[in-house]
């Protein structure tokens, strides 16, 4: 079982600049895969990223390249997600996921997929003003 805790949201004005955490807690496996996805009102829930459980490896939707980040803490056992040049359309309320993942990191497979992440965490909501 793992335990994800998502932390890091709020209200932010467009241009700023966010850093979202996820807490990773519970048993863990090397070929696993953390994902970041996002949930705006109304919308399908969005994948923006991911990265492997070692930290070495990541991936990103096109849409949110040179934009967010994704990276890992070993030691502290957190995925985090930083994102800069805010914009109001970056509303939404935002999920991290893990799940086993052995494959590409290059062409991403079947990163995008939520069907690949066996555990959510609660999410937590980023709200960007104009």
């Known amino acids: 079982q793992v335990q994800l805790v998502e932390s890091g949201g709020g209200l932010a004005q467009a241009g700023d600049s966010l850093r979202l955490s996820c807490a990773a807690s519970?048993?863990?496996?090397?070929?696993?895969?953390v994902g970041w996805f996002r949930q705006a009102p109304g919308e399908e829930r969005e994948f923006l990223a991911a990265?492997?459980?070692?930290?070495?490896?990541?991936y990103y939707t096109d849409s949110v390249k040179g934009r967010f980040t994704v990276s890992k803490d070993n030691a502290k056992n957190t995925v985090y997600l930083q994102i800069n040049s805010l914009k109001p359309e970056d509303t939404a309320v935002y999920y991290c996921?893990?799940?086993?993942?052995?494959?590409?990191?290059?062409?991403?497979?079947?990163?995008?997929?939520?069907?690949?992440?066996?555990?959510w965490g609660q999410g937590t909501q980023v709200t960007v003003s104009s």
């Open positions: 996921a893990a799940g086993y993942y052995s494959g590409s990191y290059t062409n991403g497979f079947s990163l995008p997929r939520g069907t690949n992440y066996r555990y």
């Open positions: 990265v492997s459980w070692s930290g070495s490896n990541t």
């Open positions: 519970g048993r863990t496996f090397s070929y696993y895969a």
